[in-house]
């Protein structure tokens, strides 16, 4: 193998996180020596010692007897560059400097941290190898611009149609694209939708797929409901299925007949024309430190935050179905903000899941 090659391997490794990091990043690591992999780790939860730390452990298991001579002059090659600070843990940068490491190899850097100049004054080869990387869009985000990065998830007909008007049992979309979108519920740390799909749908909004949730050390991520007034009956599957729950409100007094649910947390954001403030959510939002935040909603919150130019990423659920005046359009407002017209999105992946088809919209210049 080559040096190259060693960070596509850690960057496979960096994908095993994905569904159990939280708010941290992924991270893979892989330590080389004569083009051989010795050692090898990941970053798996949050508050879990760092990928370089787990891949360092994995050399003293792998060679018990002889570990520092087999990691002297050896090529560490991390997806993301050694943290210098003490956060959840100490900075990975003092354990690698511990060992006489030939070569770092990085594939991106991390402008919260200041390893660099470190790791090259002690005489290590510094190479910065950047590769293509989806994995923390909204690590990046929130540390350049202290916003979530916002994907809004949407299963439509092809006639762009969104929600039955009259029988809202009716799925528009087939079970396996149902099951498709539970990966995105699970790579955010937050699921947001609005008090009119929580009332028509009575949806859960947890990660139901077995795959993801038997995962050692997977949690679901927080649900949430933005809802400008509308009373909300705790019977629904909303308040009834276990796990955190937020609901954004601009008074709080409205809901004291939801005092009863558990795990639930009652949060005032103020009003912008008669409904929440999206800015200033999203300042909250980044207040408690989430990254990542999935859209499930109906036509008027899917609306409010196009118009706010809010969402980095549309994932679209499209069904061979012509709906016509049974369904709701999926955009209420202008037509140059439709990510299928916009300018500022092209489309970044197509795939058929059975019948249907997904696509994916993402800004053209990327975050912002």
């Given at each position: ?11 496979e490794l960096a994908k095993k996180g994905q569904f159990t990091s939280g708010t941290g990043a992924c991270v893979g690591c892989i330590i080389s020596k ?64 511990k060992y006489k490491f030939k070569k770092i190899i990085i594939g991106q850097l991390d402008s919260s941290q200041s390893s660099l100049e470190q790791l ?16 923390n869009k909204g690590f990046f985000k929130s540390l350049k611009y202290k916003k979530p990065y916002i994907r809004a998830k949407i299963a439509m007909s ?211």
């Amino acid at each position: 193998m080559t040096e190259s090659s060693f960070m596509l391997e850690a960057l496979e490794l960096a994908k095993k996180g994905q569904f159990t990091s939280g708010t941290g990043a992924c991270v893979g690591c892989i330590i080389s020596k004569n083009n051989k992999i010795i050692g090898e780790g990941f970053y798996e939860f949050f508050g879990a010692p760092h990928a370089e730390i787990m891949a360092i452990e994995s050399v003293k298991k792998n060679y018990k007897n002889d570990f520092n001579a087999v990691i002297a002059d050896s090529t560490i090659t991390v997806t993301l560059e050694p943290c210098s600070k003490f956060g959840k843990t100490p900075p990975c940068l003092d354990e690698i400097l511990k060992y006489k490491f030939k070569k770092i190899i990085i594939g991106q850097l991390d402008s919260s941290q200041s390893s660099l100049e470190q790791l090259k004054n002690s005489g290590i080869e510094v190479v910065i190898e950047e590769i293509p990387n989806e994995l923390n869009k909204g690590f990046f985000k929130s540390l350049k611009y202290k916003k979530p990065y916002i994907r809004a998830k949407i299963a439509m007909s092809e006639d762009k149609k969104i929600a039955f008007i009259e029988n809202d049992k009716q799925w528009i979309t087939c079970p396996a694209s149902r099951l498709d979108g539970h990966k995105f519920r699970a790579v955010s740390d937050i699921i947001l939708t609005g008090s009119g799909t929580i009332k028509r749908d009575n949806p859960a909004l947890d990660v139901r797929d077995t795959m993801i949730t038997e995962l050692k050390n997977f949690r679901q991520p927080i649900r949430a409901i933005i809802s400008s007034g509308s009373k909300l009956d705790a019977n629904l599957k909303f308040f009834k299925t276990t796990g955190q729950k937020i609901l954004f409100c601009s008074n709080k007094e409205v809901y004291k007949n939801l005092d009863s649910v558990k795990d639930l947390e009652i949060l005032e954001i103020e009003n912008s024309r008669s409904k929440i403030d999206l800015l200033k959510l999203l300042n909250k939002l980044s207040l408690l430190e989430i990254h990542d935040v999935l859209l499930e909603s109906g036509p008027k919150l899917i609306t409010s935050f196009i118009e706010a130019d809010l969402i980095d990423e549309f994932i679209i659920y499209i069904a061979p179905k012509i709906l016509s005046n049974k369904a709701l359009s999926f955009f209420e407002g202008e037509d140059s903000k439709n990510p299928f017209n916009s300018k500022d999105f092209i489309l970044s992946e197509e795939v058929l899941i059975e019948d249907d088809k997904r696509i994916i919209y993402k800004r053209k210049n990327g975050i912002e």
